[in-house]
């Protein structure tokens, strides 16, 4: 029981690092008197879809490697390749590096530059690769040790905040976004669908079965049980903490003047009121509190994807050591970091936007098809069309394509309109293979 809860701490601080900590207040100062409805959207896919690709990367036990094999080993190699490189050193941990350094030394000095970034990038990295070279620490490092820390830090910040802010919401949401209680319930799907943590889940899947099978349990059942339990209490934590953190940024009203400074110099809102928040509630202590925090969640996450990511390519290319990969993959990540926090965010947008339907996509069909008989085909055939609608849809939303036909699909406005052509492309599909006689239903490896 109490390795599994160290399993489950080390889960929620591996997602809860990476932006999340400064995402929360910002949504909550912005949904006004729309904040239930919004919430609770948020947190059905902002914690569902993760929690739900961390139990589906359980389905075989080979995790998603094997999984996706069934599909086509091509197709295994080509998604998970692109996924580890994007969410790891890519965008997601240089972005830990570089929210870290925002709510720390960049919230501390009074002219914060690439200098200073550099710097302090040099040392947060030095820190992720020390710990990164023993994975087999992980569990105690992480679960035992930094998330309990992380937690207490954090609820000492929302208890604080809780009792000293006004009990009247923010009356200046963006009223655009939320005019009403259900399109701020849609929009809060939409919210916590763009977080795009589900991808997260992917690459930390492979670090929840390894370390469960470390600890004995190998049988199919038992792993599927574990792994279940480990994703559903940091699934609790993560809601749990979103709310409260989008509870106190509902509850703050700052003055025109200081929206218009955040805006001049092209600040973090989140940073901005997570540093605000502490300040408020613990004075200069606050900053301290809230940069050990911050630092703490960060680097969490950043060894935990490192140690995925640098697991995963020697896996596939085994002539090439772990502590290699660990080392080249901290370089590339240390070198987009000093690119600071806001030009990581708007690098990783649209190449986020284009594979995350595709993962989606590709998940949903591994948990159907655990249910339900189907042959290759039926993913293929789906995964080919979502790829294709992917890439138009965003062409189309960033000017490239004109496609007006696209406006017209369900839930476009909340950016899931292809829900509706993975439904479609899925239910054909499916059909035509009932009519292929040469290919067998997929099946999971469970023993």
Not at 339 to 366: D, E, F, K, W
């Amino acid at each position: 029981m109490k390795r599994q809860l160290s399993i489950g701490f080390m889960l929620f601080a591996m997602f809860f690092g990476a932006g999340n900590l400064i995402f929360p207040p910002k949504l909550g100062m912005e949904s006004g008197h729309f904040f239930w409805p919004v919430m609770v959207g948020f947190v059905l896919t902002g914690v569902g879809m993760p929690l739900l690709g961390v139990i589906v990367g359980a389905i075989d036990k080979r995790g998603y490697e094997g999984a996706l094999k069934e599909i086509s080993p091509v197709y295994s190699l080509l998604l998970l390749s692109t996924i580890y490189i994007v969410i790891g050193p890519l965008f997601s941990i240089p972005r830990t590096g570089t929210t870290a350094y925002e709510l720390t030394v960049g919230s501390m000095i009074s002219h914060p530059g690439s200098v200073s970034l550099a710097i302090f990038s040099l040392l947060y990295f030095l820190i992720v690769t020390y710990v990164s070279l023993n994975p087999n620490k992980l569990v105690d490092r992480i679960g035992s040790v930094l998330t309990p820390i992380l937690l207490l830090i954090i609820t000492a910040i929302i208890v604080r905040g809780l009792f000293l802010l006004s009990s009247d919401p923010q009356t200046t949401g963006d009223k655009e976004r939320f005019p009403d209680l259900a399109t701020s319930f849609a929009n809060g799907v939409s919210e916590g669908y763009l977080t795009m943590d589900a991808l997260g889940a992917i690459t930390f899947s492979i670090l929840i079965v390894n370390t469960i099978k470390m600890n004995g349990i190998c049988q199919k059942k038992e792993l599927f049980r574990s792994v279940t339990a480990a994703g559903v209490f940091a699934g609790i934590l993560l809601a749990l903490v979103y709310v409260a953190l989008a509870f106190i940024g509902n509850h703050i009203n700052l003055s025109a003047g200081r929206m218009a400074d955040i805006m001049q110099h092209d600040r973090n809102m989140g940073v901005y009121l997570l540093t605000y928040i502490s300040q408020l509630g613990f004075g200069s202590f606050g900053r301290i509190l809230l940069g050990l925090a911050v630092t703490i969640a960060c680097l969490t996450t950043a060894i935990g994807l490192i140690v995925a990511v640098s697991t995963y390519f020697h896996t596939i290319i085994p002539k090439i050591s772990y502590k290699t990969f660990v080392y080249i993959f901290v370089i590339i990540s240390f070198i987009l970091s000093n690119l600071g926090l806001n030009q990581v965010i708007r690098m990783s947008v649209p190449v986020l936007s284009l594979i995350y339907p595709i993962a989606i996509t590709t998940m949903l069909l591994i948990l159907l098809s655990s249910f339900i008989p189907m042959k290759p085909i039926v993913h293929q055939v789906t995964i080919i069309c979502i790829t294709v609608f992917s890439v138009v849809d965003l062409m189309h939303r960033n000017q490239l394509l004109h496609v007006p036909a696209l406006e017209r699909l369900p839930f476009y406005s909340i950016s899931l309109e292809w829900l509706s052509v993975a439904l479609i492309a899925g239910i054909i599909s499916y059909l035509i293979s009932l009519l292929i006689k040469n290919q067998r239903p997929i099946m999971y490896q469970n023993d």
